[in-house]
């Protein structure tokens, strides 16, 4: 997984690959049997099963979320395949859930804590959310943590750019007002602040795209080198 994003490779085909234990060109290939179902699936398992998510609420993520019927036993395939397929998940999500339940607490690599004291609770919905919650804050956690440090070297770059106005911040998404002229120069400053390093042992590289627009629901992607 550090290799496809450090040679700017495709993670949803990645996964794609492993729960169907299909080639992975044809899990890039758009024209191949079932590309767009597999595709859904394999995001829902990179942004669900991770954190502890199991067969019945892929289940009901797929159905939700997606629109996808998706048995049980297939669910419990899928997520049986994850595992083998990235060997090291369990052993870290097993880590992370004997760790939290020693502290009663987790937290992000920067070291903001979540207190969960019902990881040792006796009522298993209880302990299984909270173990669950003690996998996602690491993952989530630091992506928070690490958006708070480019909008701090956004901020401290503002009384230079008086034309920049932050308007919105959407998840992992930072909202702008500028005088069209500007865009070029907005682009450059709001990308460098964002895909800046965040810590040292942070060996991903973190790829901010830019999009513009005259309303909100309708903005299109913008790339510098076209721009300029």
């Known amino acids: 997984m550090l290799e496809t994003y450090q040679t700017g490779g495709d993670i949803h085909a990645l996964t794609t690959a492993v729960i169907y234990k299909i080639p992975l060109s044809e899990a890039l290939d758009k024209n191949a049997p079932l590309y767009k179902e597999r595709r859904t699936i394999a995001k829902n398992c990179n942004f669900g099963t991770f954190f502890g998510l199991f067969p019945r609420g892929l289940q009901k993520t797929l159905k939700f979320k997606a629109g996808l019927d998706v048995d049980l036993a ?3 395939r899928i997520i ?8 090291k998940l369990v052993k870290w999500q097993e880590e992370v859930k004997t760790r939290a339940g020693f502290r009663k607490y987790t937290e992000t690599w920067l070291g903001r804590r979540r207190n969960i004291p019902d990881i040792i609770s006796a009522d298993w919905n209880k302990k299984s959310f909270a173990q669950r919650v003690a996998m996602n804050t690491p993952i989530q956690g630091t992506a928070a943590d690490i958006l708070k440090l480019a909008i701090g070297r956004i ?6 750019k008086p034309w920049l106005r932050p308007l919105l911040q959407i998840h992992d998404e ?13 682009v450059i400053f709001i990308k460098n602040c964002m895909e800046t390093c965040p810590f040292d042992a942070f060996s991903v590289p973190i790829v901010a795209e830019a999009a513009a ?14 721009l300029g």
């Not at 930072?174 to 907005?186: Q, R, S």
């Not at 627009?213 to 076209?226: D, Q």
């Open 74 to 76: 297939e669910c419990e």
């Open 80 to 87: 049986t395949n994850l595992k083998q397929g990235y060997p």
């Open 155 to 160: 901020v401290r770059g503002l009384p230079e």
């Open 174 to 186: 930072l909202v702008f007002e500028i005088p069209e002229k500007e865009l070029v120069n907005a």
């Open 213 to 226: 627009g005259h309303r909100f629901g309708e903005l299109h992607e913008v790339e510098v080198a076209s």
